[in-house]
């Protein structure tokens, strides 16, 4: 199949989708696909036809991912000096491939808008649609459906600039707590606050990310992740940074976090987490694939933090991790999500 990767974007997470978009274009290579990597808001040169972009025998993904970044240093000019989000050639590719892959993290990519506009074009892609894309990048609304689905999450509020000043006693809440941008990704701008002057810092941090920031309360123990593919729980994973917590820093610095797959827990409280991680899914509406973290406490009591429906995709990722556990090789997982994802669709390939 000719199949478009898109990666990079003008995210926080910029880096982190490069690194993905890398490993599963050399991926889908191997399983000889005529794959691509491709720049969502930087773009592509395309000499001649677009069919030659897809049909280039010797193509060099590295070169591709060293193309993207060269673009890092001036990606805030570009930003402020185009109103267009979509790079050159990068429609057009889309259009022109079977399917295109998604390796995007973060704002404008996982957040429904490239969804959206795929599906009006008639564009296949992987993952979820538009709508629970969106909800499950805010967390705020993520919570709510949460609650109304009895999948425990822990308990929290979203507060806007202004409202930082009210005390945490008037939300129902006590130090310590978490705070995090609400519609944010892989860690960033994530804070663990035990006293006051933590507090003000930390909320400070966030709203330099958003407007809005979650601030809920802070669950200690064990950390775990769930991957949900097509509706159905994978082992889950657990995963105990060597320091502090799974934050931006331990999530992609190799050999920061110590994972377990699959995670050492009682057969009783297996089958509960991903149930709750199967019904979590079922509530936001994710079709196709995701990852959920959980965290439980000494006592047992387990609570779903939030979904991601366009998790880490690099060989040392989560979702694959546990897809190697059942006997999925990082290549044939690549594989599965897009037939999934086309099979969804109505575009069996």
């Given amino acids: 199949m000719k199949i478009v990767v898109l990666a990079g974007g003008t995210s926080t997470e910029r880096s982190v989708s490069i690194t993905s978009g890398t490993m599963v ?11 691509v990597l491709v720049d969502i808001f930087c773009g592509i040169e395309v000499n001649g ?39 050159r050639n990068v429609l057009e590719l889309c259009e022109a491939a079977d399917v295109v892959f998604l390796a995007l993290h973060g704002a404008n990519g996982e957040d429904g808008k490239v969804q959206a ?11 979820t649609g538009y709508l629970s894309s969106a909800l499950a990048m805010d967390k ?3 919570k709510q459906f949460f609650r109304a689905h009895n999948v425990p999450t822990p308990n ?15 939300f129902g809440l006590e130090l310590p707590v978490v705070v995090k941008p609400c519609c944010g990704g892989s860690s960033v701008g994530v804070y663990i606050a035990h006293t006051n002057e933590e507090y003000w810092q930390a909320m400070k941090d966030a709203f330099s990310y958003e407007p809005e920031v979650v601030v809920e309360e802070y669950i200690e123990g ?3 992740s ?48 991903q149930k709750h991680a199967e019904d979590g899914v079922a ?34 990722s989560l979702l694959p991790q546990e897809a190697q556990v059942l006997g999925i090789s990082y290549p044939e997982l690549c594989e599965l999500l897009i037939q999934l994802s086309l099979r969804k669709r109505g575009n069996n390939a």
Avoid: W
């Fill in 283 to 316: 509530a936001l509406g994710i079709e196709n694939y995701c990852r959920l973290d959980f965290m439980m406490r000494k006592d047992g009591r387990m609570y779903c933090l939030e979904a991601n429906t366009l998790p880490g995709m690099t060989p040392t």
């Fill in 49 to 87: 036809n677009l069919e030659e972009a897809f049909a280039e025998e010797n193509y060099d993904v590295d070169k591709a991912a060293e193309y993207m970044h060269s673009f890092d240093e001036k990606l805030d000019e570009m930003i402020a000096s185009r109103r267009r989000f979509f790079g």
């Fill in 222 to 224: 064990r950390e775990f």
């Fill in 25 to 35: 274009c050399k991926a889908l290579r191997e399983k000889n696909h005529q794959a």
């Fill in 117 to 127: 506009t795929f599906d009006l074009l008639g564009i296949p892609y992987t993952g």
């Fill in 156 to 170: 929290g509020v979203t507060l806007k600039k202004g409202q930082e000043s009210e005390p945490l006693s008037s």
């Fill in 140 to 142: 705020s609304i993520t």
């Fill in 226 to 273: 769930v991957g949900v593919v097509d509706g159905k729980a994978y082992p889950i994973i657990e995963i105990a940074p060597i320091e502090g917590f799974y934050d931006y820093t331990n999530k992609y610095k190799a050999g920061a976090t110590v994972d377990t797959c699959p995670a050492v827990l009682t057969e009783e409280q297996t089958k509960e987490m």
